[in-house]
T-cell receptor, first 110, second 113 residues
């Protein structure tokens, strides 16, 4: 199993540009989530999904959209990037009481 | 609502010395507790977890943690650290569904010779 994969690993955007961060898992987990990690703030939940077709907001959802058309994929969209969205983004999938994290995407918005 | 406080942002320690990383939580319901480790430029890896039962939990790489309900703490300990333990450590709490984690701000453990 590849586990949780994320692409790209690094990305630089200009303010106002849009992009999609990809996340996929091959463990058939129903629950998936997106976090952002900022210095001194730990990880904060952006959006999560309890299964295909079902998503909900986390702690810091503003500026981000998600959809879940399949069990495997959970993309995160930035419609109009802002410098405040410069961060490291982690995707995770959950089995029972344990979350499995992807390697992260480091995003810089200029 | 749940919250997690990691009292130390950085902990410097010499190799082979013992270490304790402190974590306190607050919650109005029963909780699950976790410690994750993040090595430089990598994702998070589960060290150990407390769900129920014995309050002393043993994890990977020689780490252990003790759940103390009266003090709402879940401190992480290792009796003898190695250089390879240098990393950032995150304490996290979830409700019993274990679906949404609330993380602390992290403690950077720096092990030197």
């Amino acid at each position: 199993n590849a586990g949780v994969t994320q692409t790209p690993k690094f990305q630089v955007l200009k303010t106002g540009q849009s992009m999609t961060l990809q996340c996929a898992q091959d463990m058939n987990h129903e629950y998936m989530s997106w976090y952002r990690q900022d210095p001194g703030m730990g990880l904060r939940l952006i959006h999560y999904s309890v299964g295909a077709g079902i998503t909900d907001q986390g702690e810091v959802p503003n500026g981000y959209n998600v959809s879940r058309s399949t069990t495997e994929d959970f993309p995160l969209r930035l419609l109009s990037a802002a410098p405040s969205q410069t961060s490291v983004y982690f995707c995770a999938s959950t089995r029972g009481d344990e979350q499995f994290f992807g390697p992260g995407t480091r995003l810089t918005v200029l | 609502a749940q919250s997690v406080t990691q009292l130390d942002s950085q902990v410097p320690v010499f190799e082979e010395a013992p270490v304790e990383l402190r974590c306190n939580y607050s919650s109005s319901v029963s909780v699950y507790l976790f410690w994750y480790v993040q090595y430089p430029n990598q994702g998070l890896q589960l060290l150990l977890k407390y769900l129920s039962g014995s309050t002393l939990v043993k994890g990977i790489n020689g780490f252990e943690a003790e759940f103390n309900k009266s003090q709402t703490s879940f401190h992480l300990r290792k009796p003898s650290v190695h250089i390879s333990d240098t990393a950032e450590y995150f304490c996290a709490v979830s409700d019993p569904t274990a679906s949404k984690l609330t993380f602390g701000t992290g403690t950077r453990l720096q092990v030197t010779l």
